[in-house]
């Protein structure tokens, strides 16, 4: 089991940044592929980033590429979402998710075994 913590939401304008942290406690944390997700009102919940286990590899949803980074601190069991260039549509409730299994995509939600509780992401027109 892992626990997942979420924080560094917030209000910004458009084009302004945002780190999001995920604190980790629980079983070893470099055993878990990291992942952030985001839920918007009335929206379904969807993918944004991935990092695998050594951070070797990264992925993005298209929309926040070259404009978000995803980051893993294996030391500190932390995993970041920087994102910059925010807009108005990045407006959701963002989750930290964990997957120990090795099967499913990456950018499906329900590949995933742990999730935090959320925190809110507003960007201002």
């Known amino acids: 089991q892992v626990q997942l913590v979420e924080s560094g939401g917030g209000l910004v304008q458009a084009g302004g940044s945002l780190r999001l942290s995920c604190a980790a406690s629980?079983?070893?944390?470099?055993?878990?592929?990291m992942g952030w997700f985001r839920q918007a009102p009335g929206k379904e919940r969807e993918f944004v980033a991935v990092?695998?286990?050594?951070?070797?590899?990264?992925y993005y949803e298209d929309s926040v590429k070259g404009r978000f980074t995803i980051s893993r601190d294996n030391a500190k069991n932390t995993v970041y979402l920087q994102m910059n260039s925010l807009k108005p549509e990045d407006t959701a409730v963002y989750y930290c998710?964990?997957?120990?299994?090795?099967?499913?995509?990456?950018?499906?939600?329900?590949?995933?075994?742990?999730w935090g509780q959320g925190t809110q992401v507003t960007v201002s027109s």
């Open positions: 990092i695998t286990r050594s951070a070797d590899r990264t």
């Open positions: 998710a964990a997957r120990d299994n090795y099967s499913g995509s990456y950018y499906v939600a329900t590949s995933y075994d742990y």
């Open positions: 629980g079983r070893t944390f470099s055993s878990y592929v």
